[in-house]
């Protein structure tokens, strides 16, 4: 069974940084890719930032030169660093792997909650 777990959420101001943090446990023979996915009350759920096994990355337009993400995945774990927020940043972050295994799957995290003042 694997699970994701992710740290880092809170308060910040406008303008301020977070660092979000999600690491894959369990038995499984690799990480195809992980990222971020967020959903604030009454949206859908959006892409925030995927990155592959190999190091390329994808970003929703609304973070691109805001959010960097990056991995370390011998440790089987992925990284958002969310600078310059937003209050429309405001939402429940959600870590996501697409696990490799006997067959592929995808798997997500509980979420963590990001709130932006203003």
């Known amino acids: 069974q694997v699970q994701l777990v992710e740290s880092g959420g809170g308060l910040v101001q406008a303008g301020g940084s977070l660092r979000l943090s999600c690491t894959a446990s369990g038995t499984f023979f690799s990480i195809n890719v992980m990222g971020w996915y967020r959903q604030a009350p009454g949206n859908e759920r959006e892409l925030v930032a995927v990155?592959?096994?190999?190091?390329?990355?994808n970003y929703g337009d609304s973070v691109k030169d805001r959010f960097t993400i990056s991995s370390d995945y011998a440790k089987n774990t992925v990284y958002l660093q969310m600078n310059s927020l937003k209050p429309e940043d405001t939402a429940v972050y959600y870590c996501?792997?697409?696990?490799?295994?006997?067959?592929?799957?995808?798997?997500w995290g509980q979420g963590t909650q990001v709130t932006v003042s203003s």
């Open positions: 990155i592959t096994s190999g190091g390329s990355t």
């Open positions: 996501t792997a697409n696990i490799r295994d006997r067959v592929d799957r995808s798997y």
